[in-house]
């Protein structure tokens, strides 16, 4: 399970990285890659979704647990 979270954890932090950069630059990397609506661009953005979803449940589990 400890490979599960670190995997999540890295997605979800490659999601923050790229709203840095459309916030900081106007630049959005995952369109760029992907392109803009394709269908790459939307798994790739659904997949950090849930990734930031199940980190909140990992994180609350890991407070309740101390």
Not at 20 to 29: E, H, R, T
């Amino acid at each position: 399970m400890e490979t599960l979270q670190k995997i999540l954890l890295v997605v979800t932090i490659i999601g923050a990285i790229n709203w840095g950069l459309i916030g900081v630059l106007d630049f959005n990397l995952v369109d760029t890659i992907f392109g803009a609506g394709s269908l790459f661009s939307r798994i790739i953005y659904s997949l950090v979704g849930i990734s930031g979803l199940i980190n909140i449940g990992i994180l609350f589990n890991h407070i309740e647990a101390k």
